[in-house]
């Protein structure tokens, strides 16, 4: 049996992955911060017929990511087949105006504490040569998201990582891949809400932002759907190293590639929405322009 190792599990891709998994015939453990507050988890668990094995654990902290893993690892043999790195935290905020402390709050959970996880296990993946580390990136950590400073350079920071990750285990038979999902159905939505605009400067930046992600809500893609492609990349025969998913996924990593540095900075500069939305359209083939 396959044990695998989901971070973040109690909400989004990471709870819709763990069940997935869990109904492949994997033994899955779902880190949470509060076992208290994981009754949807167990409860969608029930009706799929599956169970999840929760693990109380905080990616942000050292001790937390060291006893969680002790547990999982004491349970299973020393075994984890699969570890995958879902737990994140978005962030708000333009260069000017975001502190550095944010982008060090933002960087230790959503790069760090995937450091934290993945040297838990790769010890003994290295020695069973074999295993796949899946890290849950972004379509922000493949384009610098308009307002969103601190969560993209977490992201992008997580993806070369994970770039350098794959060729560091080549040797060792430790598959590594890079989930890069768009818009998809997860409180992560509802809670990214604020828009820090303390020099008023940066109205239409944040406004644009919001309007991404209004009219991606209406066509926002079943994290269950991620939590295919997941299985998939981790099984497959001819693996990637990365995967773009969800709506606006593979529309923006395509179009990005297809852009010249000089064009993704002047997708900046219209100072009407209407031209902002417009010119986004052609780059990307997406409407934004209502929700």
């Given at each position: 049996m396959t044990i695998s190792v989901v971070t973040g599990a109690n909400?989004?891709?990471?709870?819709?992955?763990?069940?997935?998994?869990?109904?492949?015939?994997?033994?899955?453990?779902g880190t949470v911060r509060s076992v208290d507050k994981?009754?949807?988890?167990?409860?969608?668990?029930?009706?799929?017929?599956v169970e999840i094995n929760l693990v109380e654990?905080?990616?942000?902290?050292?001790?937390?990511?060291?006893?969680?893993?002790?547990?999982?690892?004491?349970?299973?043999?020393?075994?984890?087949?699969?570890?995958?790195?879902?737990a994140?935290?978005?962030?708000?905020?333009?260069?000017?105006?975001?502190?550095?402390?944010?982008?060090?709050?933002?960087?230790?959970?959503?790069?760090?504490?995937?450091?934290?996880?993945?040297?838990?296990?790769?010890?003994?993946?290295?020695?069973?040569?074999?295993g796949a580390i899946v890290n849950i990136t972004?379509?922000?950590?493949?384009?610098?998201?308009?307002?969103q400073s601190p969560y993209v350079t977490s992201k992008w920071a997580l993806e070369g990582l994970s770039e350098g990750l794959a060729q560091e285990l080549a040797p060792f038979g430790i598959r590594v891949v890079i989930i890069e999902p768009g818009v998809t159905k997860s409180a992560?939505?509802?809670?990214n809400i604020d828009a820090p605009n303390q020099t008023g400067a940066y109205d239409a930046q944040y406004r644009r932002m919001f309007q991404f992600y209004a009219a991606g809500h209406a066509h926002a893609t079943d994290p269950?759907?991620?939590?295919?492609?997941?299985?998939?990349?981790i099984t497959t025969d001819e693996p990637q190293l990365r995967y773009a998913v969800s709506w606006a996924g593979p529309e923006i990593v395509a179009g990005r590639q297809g852009?010249?540095?000089?064009?993704?900075?002047?997708l900046g500069a219209p100072d009407d929405d209407a031209d902002y939305f417009a010119a986004f359209a052609s780059a990307f083939g997406l409407d934004i322009s209502s929700s």
């Open positions: 909400s989004g891709i990471g709870r819709a992955t763990a069940i997935h998994l869990a109904q492949q015939g994997h033994d899955v453990y994981a009754g949807k988890l167990l409860a969608m668990a029930a009706d799929a017929g654990l905080d990616v942000a902290d050292d001790e937390s990511v060291r006893a969680g893993f002790a547990r999982i690892l004491d349970e299973t043999g020393g075994r984890a087949d699969v570890l995958v790195n879902n994140g935290i978005g962030g708000n905020a333009v260069a000017e105006e975001c502190p550095p402390s944010s982008y060090l709050d933002i960087m230790n959970v959503n790069l760090c504490g995937a450091v934290r996880c993945l040297q838990q296990v790769l010890p003994g993946m290295r020695a069973r040569h074999s972004s379509i922000a950590g493949r384009i610098a998201a308009l307002a992560i939505f509802a809670k269950f759907e991620v939590g295919r492609l997941i299985h998939h990349a852009m010249s540095d000089e064009a993704w900075v002047a």
